[in-house]
């Protein structure tokens, strides 16, 4: 195997238009414009909620691919310079936008408290009581969720794979059972003082189902025998039927994990039909550039409408809806090329200069190599 500094993978088609979609859904729904499908089966499948669990499921997916072609073409991975390029990638707009909170709270006051922003900082929003929520700072709780998985599963993985890739598998699986049934034992009481719906160990079944996923499509082990399944229609046809569990099933916690599987279903058909009319959509150019942007886009839609669309009278922050959106269109794209990018490219000097890219619905035992003196053009990662 090629021995270099850090290894990349190929840009996903369709998975840049699925952060946009997602993005946009959130967006859609702190304007509070799905007011009108109240109890309506076809919310719980678009509203902001299951647009989250499609960001947990594509970052699952991403980060794992992307550990496994790592190993695959260096035979180890850097855990150091995956935590660098993710904080690299994560950090900065992150810091900007409490400090933005904190200035905001300074010149207006009642834009978030004390209690509020420690959880922020800290990376535990997920974790707060009811009684400390913060309309600006209610999405910061998922990424509390992210940045728990990125502290424990690449060493797990280091762990188990590639010499007990099998364990790795069946040891995912078995958590995201223990967490749905530890999820269902717990007593009323903690839903009532804390967001136990939030907590890492229940909301990151939707990550881990998309790590499962990228392992079964990646791996050369398990590729064989899982990427006819995955090209298939009917991984196509599942994953949207439990994407829209809601229709046939009472609203119950299995309804949450059954969507979970569900996006890693369709994550895995769309690496494995890169040319279907469906994957060619969701790259078109607009799509492709909001997925780029979706990250500027989720954190500052905290801040410009907040995470609902009420308002409390006699404060000045948030400005009205619309005035918030405005401002959002101008700043997401600004950020994104002016601050962002100058941490990404950052980011990008710690990956290997010898990569493999493989194209997801070639042939099974087939791989493309691409080191840094190749004349082969490169190709881009989604994460």
């Excluded at 299951?50 to 180890?76: M, Y």
């Excluded at 279907?276 to 500052?300: E, F, K, N």
């Excluded at 710690?350 to 493999?356: E, K, L, S």
């Amino acid at each position: 195997m090629p021995k270099g500094r850090c290894g990349t993978m190929g840009r996903i088609r369709g998975f840049d238009g699925l952060r946009a979609l997602a993005a946009i859904s959130v967006v859609i729904t702190h304007l509070g414009l799905y007011r009108g499908l109240a109890d309506n089966p076809i919310r719980t499948m678009i509203e902001g909620g299951p647009a989250v669990q499609l960001f947990f499921a594509l970052s699952g997916f991403l980060i794992t691919a992307l550990l496994v072609r790592e190993q695959q073409a260096f035979g180890r991975i850097s855990i150091r310079y995956f935590f660098l390029r993710r904080a690299y990638r994560i950090f900065p707009l992150y810091l900007l936008f409490l400090a933005v909170v904190v200035v905001l709270e300074q010149s207006f006051g009642d834009v978030a408290g004390t209690e509020g922003l420690i959880y922020a900082a800290t990376y535990t929003y997920n974790f707060i009581p009811w009684r400390f929520g913060e309309a600006q700072l209610g999405h910061l709780w998922s990424l509390a969720v992210e940045e728990h998985f990125y502290l424990v599963w690449p060493f797990v993985f280091l762990l188990l794979y590639p010499r007990y890739k099998r364990a790795l598998v069946t040891g995912s699986l078995l958590v995201c059972l223990l967490s749905i049934y530890t999820r269902l034992r717990l007593p009323p009481e903690f839903a009532r003082e804390y967001t136990s719906h939030l907590w890492s160990c229940f909301a990151g079944t939707s990550i881990l189902f998309g790590c499962i996923a990228a392992v079964l499509v990646c791996d050369e082990e398990f590729r064989p025998r899982f990427a006819p399944f995955f090209r298939s229609r009917t991984a196509l046809v599942l994953g949207l039927m439990l994407w829209a569990n809601e229709f046939y099933l009472p609203h119950t916690v299995l309804c949450y994990q059954l969507r979970g599987v569900g996006f890693a279903l369709l994550l895995g058909w769309i690496y494995q039909n890169q040319e279907s009319p469906a994957t060619r959509l969701l790259d078109v150019r607009p799509m492709r550039y909001l997925g780029m942007i979706s990250y500027g886009i989720y954190m500052y839609q905290g801040l410009f409408l907040t995470t609902g669309p009420e308002r409390i009278a006699g404060r000045v922050w948030p400005l009205p809806p619309w005035i918030g959106l405005a401002l959002l269109i101008v700043v997401v794209p600004l950020s994104y090329h002016f601050f962002e990018q100058r941490f990404i490219r950052v980011g990008k000097r710690y990956r290997q200069r010898a990569v493999i890219v493989p194209e997801p619905a070639q042939a099974e035992s087939q791989h493309t190599t691409i080191s840094a003196g190749s004349s082969a053009k490169p190709r881009y990662e989604n994460a």
